[in-house]
């Protein structure tokens, strides 16, 4: 059985059944105890109403964007590096292995004696033995020394910020 | 100034990449989610690290949001688990956070001047007896005067049915208003 207050409440919050709603207002129009109550939980009700909200600090919300800010910078390596610069490394390095592949196979001297490839006369074999030659070698292993110390240095880099954080952890 | 931008349209363009629309929502919530916190750990600084860390939470699984509830009770859900993890990192066992006599002595953390009879309104009284109402009784009460939410949206918030929903805010309700009465009276007699 509910209580005259708990009835009250459920009547000024809405709460209840449409029945119950209509017996309610009735029993606060006719009865003088359920009006003074009713008065007296609707004033109360009225100033829980008008209740103030805190104030955070004024840097509130610069410092949780500088919390997510943070959370980024401590992303794992794995899922940090673009997949993109992952699939260019790996093509740099198959079209490496390929020229080399290539360049091996134009140096190897076959010399058969009784085979003889018939090639058409309207096939044009490459020179390739002009194209390969010590500079071009030379400017590969260069650009190869300069992305692997480039990669290492991003790789410090990151191991560095990463300490650096646990540290202020 | 606020984004006139509803919170959804603020959460897709965070998805998409946007932190300024983050901030925003930070901006439109904040305050809410800083008194309910407040209402939890009773202290400012408790609070502001709880009301961070739970804006922080939210960013992180910000794509996991479903949007079947409002954008407010999900943030207002991990404020409340937020809070509970930080009281229980604090030690505040479940006898102290229960014992409604701890939080009688509480210093006042309105922004009101005690010693100012000026500002002793009504309005400080009823700050100082939320402050005095237990964690639960008191986050009820705030969701459901200030965060505006129904029966049903705090029971999702709180982890709980609507009609326990119901009953504690009757409860919390008689309690708030036996403080008030309480409050009023022992000024009357210091005033006499």
Known sequence: MNTIEEKLWNYIDGTCSEDEQKAIGLLIAQDEVYRRKYEELLKLNQEFSQMELDEPPMAFTYNVMEGIRAEHARQPLKAAINPRIIKAIAGFFILTILFFVIYMLSSVHVSTANVSVHVPDAVKLPDLKGFFNIRLLEGFIFFDVVLGLFLFDAWLRRRGASKQYKGVQ | ?192
């Open chain 2, 1 to 192: 100034m606020q984004s006139k931008l509803s919170d959804i349209e603020l959460i897709e363009q965070t998805l998409a990449g946007n932190q300024a629309a983050y901030a925003d929502l930070i901006k439109r919530h904040q305050r809410f989610v800083f008194t309910l916190a407040m209402r939890f750990s009773k202290n400012r600084e408790d609070a502001e690290e709880i009301a961070q860390d739970c804006f922080i939470k939210a960013y992180r699984s910000l794509s996991s949001f479903q949007r079947q509830s409002k954008f407010s009770t999900w943030l207002y859900s991990i404020v409340y688990t937020t809070a509970m993890t930080f009281l229980r990192k604090k030690r505040v066992d479940t006898d102290s956070i229960d014992d409604e006599s701890t939080y009688i002595q509480l210093e006042n953390h309105s922004g009101f001047d005690v010693n100012s009879a000026e500002n002793k309104s009504r309005s400080y009284y009823l700050n100082q007896a939320i402050a005095q109402l237990l964690p639960d009784d008191a986050a009820i009460i705030s969701l459901f005067y200030m965060g505006e939410q129904s029966l049903e949206e705090i029971g999702q918030a709180l982890n709980m049915e609507a009609n326990t929903v119901k009953v504690k805010l009757f409860r919390a309700r008689q309690r708030l208003k036996e403080k008030l009465e309480r409050n009023l009276k022992g000024e009357v007699k210091e005033l006499i």
